[in-house]
């Protein structure tokens, strides 16, 4: 994949560059700041961006995500930060090919890479951590009220970017259990089947929502 990465921190950036070449990518842009990411992603139309949240300062990287997302909105975008920021990720949640990682999961290469894989074909990768942020913000909200425990579990596991395959062997079930899980969890959240939208990103949205 061809990849512009977006991170004001020269070690972490060159760490993560390092990484992707080695692992058969190609970094076809470096950036320091959000200006100069966006502006390397016209410049070189990567198959994904990786940013980092604070690019240098507050929610920069969102920003500079959020106007890719303007520009071209089929841009794959992986996210990148060291804390959980989730109000002003709506919007690119709701597109998928979104991912948002906390950086410590960077360590953890193979998971990593196969996240940013995941994004790259249009799916999505939710570190658990903001999983958990997600869930228990929203759990205060009536919308989930109606979902069990089993029903949440299955959500958080499809939150992450997860298939109902690898959900059924992570959590020892049956596909058919997962799928019978997954369309109580689409009825009782209010989503009924369309063709222009992923009812798996906007079940991530109802968790929003509800805060």
Same mark, same amino acid.
């Given at each position: ?86 109000? #002003? +990720?709506? %919007?690119?949640? $709701?597109?998928?090919? @979104?991912?948002? *990682? ?5 360590? =953890? ?66 596909? #058919? +259990?997962? %799928?019978?899980? $997954?369309?109580?969890? @689409?009825?009782? *959240? ?5 063709? =222009? ?15």
């Amino acid at each position: 994949m061809r990849v512009v990465i977006g991170e004001d921190s020269t070690l972490f950036r060159e760490g993560l560059a390092a990484l992707l070449e080695v692992s058969g990518h190609v970094v076809v842009g470096r950036a320091a700041t959000a200006a100069t990411a966006v502006a390397q992603v016209r410049a070189h139309r990567p198959d994904i961006v990786v940013l980092d949240v604070r690019m240098p300062n507050d929610d920069e990287g969102i920003g500079a995500a959020r106007e890719i997302r303007d520009w071209q909105p089929s841009t794959p975008v992986l996210l990148l930060s060291q804390h959980i920021e989730t109000r #002003r +990720t709506l %919007e690119l949640v $709701t597109a998928g090919a @979104f991912g948002y *990682l906390l950086k410590d999961r960077v360590l =953890d290469t193979e998971d990593f890479l196969a996240a940013l894989a995941r994004v790259a074909g249009g799916g999505t990768a939710l570190d658990p951590e903001v999983v958990a942020h997600l869930v228990g913000a929203a759990r205060s909200g009536s919308v989930l009220d109606a979902l069990t425990v089993r029903e949440l579990q299955v959500l958080a596991f499809m939150a992450e970017g997860w298939s109902n395959a690898a959900i059924a062997a992570r959590m020892f079930l049956s596909a #058919r +259990t997962i %799928e019978t899980h $997954t369309s109580s969890i @689409f009825a009782k *959240l209010g989503l009924p089947e369309s063709v =222009d939208e992923n009812r798996r990103v906007r079940a991530i949205l109802a968790y929003l929502e509800a805060r």
